[in-house]
Antibody, heavy 125, light 110 residues
Framework: QVQLVESGGGVAQPGRSLRLSCTAS????????MHWVRQAPGKGLEWMAV????????YYLDSVKGRFTISRDTSKNTVYLQMNSLRVDDTAVYYC??????????????????WGQGTLVTVSS | DIVMTQSPLSLPVTPGEPASISCRSS???????????LDWYLQKPGQSPQLLIY???NRASGVPDRFSGSGSGTDFTLKITRVEAEDVGVYYC????????FGQGTKMEI
């Protein structure tokens, strides 16, 4: 059974750092790309970052480039999100999600197929 | 980043009646290969988002045929021919042409 469990959330002051973890079970996470997606209170989903299955590629939302870093430790089946220089508007529930690849007419497409339960990050002075 | 705009943001529906959600992107999502890189997800209350439509108009496995996606370029629509009670939740369009961007979400409720 596929399971993703996020941890590491909490309260941080503006300008400080937090590292989130997403531990996978029920599948080999090194075979899948992994995303971080967040949801601010009362708001919709916002994609943050993705790391390719082999770590070869990483992409970020423009507003977090240079502040957030996605990484993975395949030996621990875990993906991380290092968040530095936190801002009040980073307050949100952070979810990790697995990326699956489908094929349509021979063309690959990527979609989110499994999500964790989320971890709450509150940035406040 | 590509900006995705959904409307309406709130959609009261009646079971058995049709429903429609619009999604517009700030840039064309039509790839030179001919596919529109636009997906639709439904997040039911208390659940994770589930894929409904991929590449603009293709139903994901197990999705009822009352759901359909259409559009091309910058304008897309999700239609439900006859709403059922289990369809309530928040619907998101997502562009996948340049990384990923979600729309604001449309809350459908009966």
């Amino acid at each position: 059974q596929v399971q993703l469990v996020e941890s590491g959330g909490g309260v941080a002051q503006p300008g400080r750092s937090l590292r989130l973890s997403c531990t996978a079970s029920g599948f080999t996470s090194s075979s899948y790309g992994m995303h971080w997606v967040r949801q601010a209170p009362g708001k919709g989903l916002e994609w943050m970052a993705v790391i390719w299955y082999d770590g070869s590629d990483k992409y970020y939302l423009d507003s977090v480039k240079g502040r957030f870093t996605i990484s993975r430790d395949t030996s621990k089946n875990t993906v991380y999100l290092q968040m530095n220089s936190l801002r009040v508007d980073d307050t949100a529930v952070y979810y990790c999600a697995r990326m699956r690849t489908g094929y349509h007419s021979g063309w690959p497409y990527f979609y989110f197929d499994s999500w964790g339960q989320g971890t709450l990050v509150t940035v406040s002075s | 980043d590509i900006v995705m705009t959904q409307s309406p943001l709130s959609l009261p529906v009646t079971p058995g009646e049709p429903a429609s959600i619009s999604c517009r992107s700030s840039q064309s999502l039509l790839h030179t290969q001919g596919h529109n890189f636009l997906d639709w997800y439904l997040q039911k209350p208390g659940q994770s988002p589930q894929l409904l439509i991929y590449l603009g108009s293709n139903r994901a496995s197990g999705v009822p045929d009352r759901f359909s996606g259409s559009g091309s370029g910058t304008d897309f629509t999700l239609k439900i021919t006859r709403v059922e009670a289990e369809d309530v939740g928040v619907y998101y369009c997502v562009q996948t042409l340049q990384t990923w961007t979600f729309g604001q979400g449309t809350k459908m409720e009966i």
